[in-house]
């Protein structure tokens, strides 16, 4: 009996998240498409400076190179740290690939769009990708990335899901990051904050998401 295909999807966490973190907060989104596919996780490369109960904590970059910080609100021209994060990823995906979709949240969405973007520009290699999800997404704010977040990603699917109630990244933020795919987004809008939310109301639309994304991949 032949085993029925599944999506490998790469997993970003947010600031001061990890991957064992962001492992146990997708739980129940993960749950709803086991069937479909299968996620792993990468940890960010910079260590966050946090209590003593957090010492897992992790970043992809840094927008405020004096307190070794960051913030999605932060207009800046320091990204500390983003290179070797890209370089970071594109290892991992090269050494546990290939992967078919990126998934992140908030920093981790952030990062994965200027992946996407690198990619298309031919500045890196993403062998594979083709689509992304994104929770509580944003655009970066660094001048540094101004051409990056200005590009029009093309030829690309994309799941955007935010809250109503988030502080952190306002839904207006989310949704302009969504604004930069040409590929008309799949857009979920949630009444909670600033997380990853149980998305069983929402069953339908994900897993019709993902069920696309793997027939285009088997039909190719």
């Known amino acids: 009996m032949s085993t029925q295909p599944k999506l490998r999807v790469l997993c970003l966490h947010g600031y001061r998240q990890c991957d064992q973190s962001f492992r146990q ?6 749950k709803l498409v086991k069937s479909l596919a299968d996620f792993e996780f990468v940890n960010g490369p910079h ?22 910080s960051f913030s999605s609100r932060e ?7 983003f290179d070797e994060s890209v370089e970071a990823v594109v290892k991992f995906i090269e050494e546990n690939g290939p ?3 990126l998934l992140g949240f908030s920093q981790g969405a952030s990062m994965v769009h200027l992946l996407i973007a690198k990619a298309q520009l031919g500045e890196i290699k993403l062998p ?13 704010l660094s001048s540094t990335h101004d051409y990056l977040t200005s590009l029009r990603i093309k030829d690309f699917p994309s799941l955007h899901v935010f809250g109503d109630a988030d502080e ?43 069920k696309e994304q793997l027939d285009n ?3 190719a």
């Open 217 to 219: 991949i088997i039909s």
């Open 168 to 210: 952190i990244v306002a839904r207006p933020k989310s949704e302009k990051l969504a604004d930069q795919f040409e590929v008309p987004p799949l857009r979920i809008a949630h009444d909670g904050g600033h997380l990853v939310p149980a998305m069983s109301k929402h069953k339908e639309k994900i897993a019709g998401f993902m």
């Open 128 to 140: 594979g990708i083709r689509f992304a999800i994104f929770f509580s997404g944003f655009l970066s």
């Open 75 to 81: 207009q800046t021209d320091v990204v500390v740290g």
């Open 25 to 30: 907060k997708t739980g129940s989104t993960r």
């Open 47 to 68: 260590s966050v400076a946090v209590d003593e109960h957090l010492p897992t904590s992790r970043a992809w970059w840094f927008s405020n190179a004096g307190a070794m």
């Open 99 to 101: 992967f078919d979709g």
